[in-house]
C-alpha cells in the first residue's frame, strides 16, 4: 500500500556552525499504519516531524502515494498536527476547536455540526461541544486535539510527544485510547516519543532514533 516516503531527508538548522538535527533519514509509512519514533531528546524525533509536516526545510524527499511533496506548503499536505500542549484556541468552545480545520476548508455548517459531533463521540466527550478550554482536565484537552486533527480527514496525522505533559496513569490509559481512536478511523499516523513503553502502546512499529539518524 501507498503511503507516506522519505528518501534521504536531512535537515539543517543555520548558526555558527550550522546543527544538523536529521541525517540522510529514509523510511515508509504504509497507509493506516502507525509509526512510532522513539529516541532520548535532541536526537532529532520532533525535527524529522517538522520536515515531514513542511514547517522546517528539509533536504531529500518527502512523498504521499508516490508524489513529491517537498515543495508543497503545509496547509496544502493535508497532514494533521498534534502537539504536546494540545495548542487549543481558548477563545473557542470545544466545538469551536474541533470545527476550526472545517471552517478553514469552507465546509457546510450542516457537516460541520454533524462532523464535529461524531469525533467528540469518538473521543469520549459528547455534550462537550459548549464547554470552554479551560474548564476540560489535561486529559480531555489532549482528546479534543486530536479531534481537531482529525475533523478535515487528514491523509497522515503527526504526533509530537502528545501524551508527555499528563501524569503516568492518565498517560498509560490515554495511550491505548488513541491508538484504538487512530484505527477505528484508519489514520496513517507517526507518533514522536521519548518513552518507549508508550510507543509500544501507541504504535504497530516502532522505529528509533539516535544523532539524527534511524538506528538499524
Not at 87 to 102: D, E, I, K, M, W
Request: charged share 25%; aromatic share 4%.
Amino acid at each position: 500500500m501507498s503511503g507516506l516516503e522519505l528518501s534521504d531527508v536531512s535537515v539543517t538548522y543555520p548558526g555558527r556552525p550550522p546543527v544538523t538535527a536529521v541525517r540522510d533519514v529514509s523510511m515508509t509509512v504504509e497507509r493506516g499504519e502507525i509509526v512510532a519514533l522513539v529516541g532520548p531528546s535532541g536526537c532529532g524525533k520532533s525535527s524529522l516531524l517538522a520536515a515531514i509536516a513542511g514547517v522546517v526545510e528539509c533536504t531529500g524527499r518527502v512523498a504521499w502515494d508516490g508524489h513529491d511533496v517537498s515543495a508543497t506548503p503545509v496547509h496544502l499536505r493535508s497532514f494533521g498536527l498534534v502537539f504536546q500542549d494540545g495548542a487549543l484556541f481558548p477563545h473557542r468552545t470545544v466545538a469551536g476547536n474541533v470545527s476550526f480545520g472545517l471552517e478553514m476548508a469552507h465546509a457546510q455548517r450542516e457537516e460541520r455540526v454533524a462532523r464535529v459531533a461524531e469525533l467528540l463521540e469518538l473521543v469520549r466527550l459528547p455534550g462537550y461541544g459548549a464547554r470552554r478550554i479551560n474548564e476540560l482536565s489535561g486529559g480531555e484537552r489532549q482528546r479534543v486535539a486530536l479531534a481537531r486533527s482529525l475533523a478535515p480527514h487528514p491523509r497522515l496525522l503527526l504526533l509530537d510527544e502528545p501524551l508527555s505533559s499528563l501524569d503516568e496513569e492518565l498517560r498509560e490509559a490515554l495511550a491505548a485510547e488513541v491508538r484504538d481512536i487512530l484505527l477505528a478511523t484508519g489514520t496513517t499516523a507517526i507518533v514522536v516519543t521519548h518513552d518507549r513503553s508508550e510507543a509500544v502502546a501507541m504504535s504497530s512499529r516502532v522505529l528509533e532514533m539516535r544523532d539524527g539518524r534511524l538506528v538499524p
